[in-house]
């Protein structure tokens, strides 16, 4: 399974991106899909999740109420729809899939997609 992730960029404060995971080499119907973020000189953080019929969403409590994740099961794609954008949003984004059915846990991942760079400017 391969996950590519796009939509990263420079944004201003306040602003909007969304970002997109798409999928390939097998249909991720039975995954729940992720996505984490780093900024540097830390750790990985959970952002959102959601299982693949996209009815189960899950969210960091740092981005409830601003991001929104959703899923396309005709392009198995997952998005990640970012309102509101802050200063502290700034990291490396990354997608991920797992057959467990919670998708916090960042060592719990089978896939991880190579990451997207949102930066967003004060």
């Known amino acids: 399974v391969q996950l590519q992730a796009s939509g990263g960029g420079l944004v201003q404060a306040g602003g909007s991106l969304r970002l997109s995971c798409a999928a390939s080499?097998?249909?991720?119907?039975?995954?729940?899909m992720a996505w984490f973020r780093q900024a540097p000189g830390k750790e990985r953080d959970f952002v959102a999740a959601v299982g693949w019929k996209g009815d189960t969403a899950d969210y960091a409590d740092s981005v409830k109420g601003r991001f929104t994740i959703s899923t396309d099961i005709a392009k198995n794609t997952v998005y990640l729809q970012m309102n509101s954008l802050k200063p502290e949003d700034t990291a490396v984004y990354y997608c991920?899939?797992?057959?467990?059915?919670?998708?916090?846990?960042?060592?719990?991942?089978?896939?991880w997609g190579q990451g997207t760079l949102v930066t967003v400017s004060s």
């Open positions: 991920a899939a797992t057959q467990r059915p919670h998708g916090r846990c960042s060592n719990y991942m089978d896939y």
């Open positions: 080499g097998r249909t991720l119907r039975s995954y729940t």
